[in-house]
C-alpha cells in the first residue's frame, strides 16, 4: 500500500487522492463481496426449497 502511495505521488496525484481511491476500491470490494454472498445464500436456500417441493 505504501508503495502504491509513493508511486501515485511520483505520477502526480496528491496523497488525498491517493487515500480516497484507496477507499473508494475498498468500498467497492467490499460491496462486489456482500454481494457475491448474498447471491450464494439465495441460490442455496432455491436449491433447498426445491428439494422440499420434490
Given at each position: 500500500?505504501?508503495?502504491?502511495?509513493?508511486?501515485?505521488?511520483?505520477?502526480?496525484?496528491?496523497?488525498e487522492?491517493?487515500?480516497?481511491?484507496?477507499?473508494?476500491?475498498?468500498?467497492?470490494?467490499?460491496?462486489?463481496?456482500?454481494?457475491?454472498?448474498?447471491?450464494?445464500?439465495?441460490?442455496?436456500?432455491?436449491?433447498?426449497?426445491?428439494?422440499?417441493?420434490?
Amino acid at each position: 500500500m505504501l508503495e502504491l502511495l509513493g508511486d501515485a505521488q511520483v505520477a502526480g496525484w496528491t496523497k488525498e487522492e491517493v487515500l480516497a481511491a484507496m477507499i473508494e476500491v475498498a468500498d467497492n470490494t467490499a460491496l462486489a463481496m456482500q454481494q457475491n454472498v448474498l447471491l450464494s445464500v439465495e441460490t442455496e436456500l432455491r436449491k433447498l426449497m426445491k428439494k422440499k417441493d420434490v
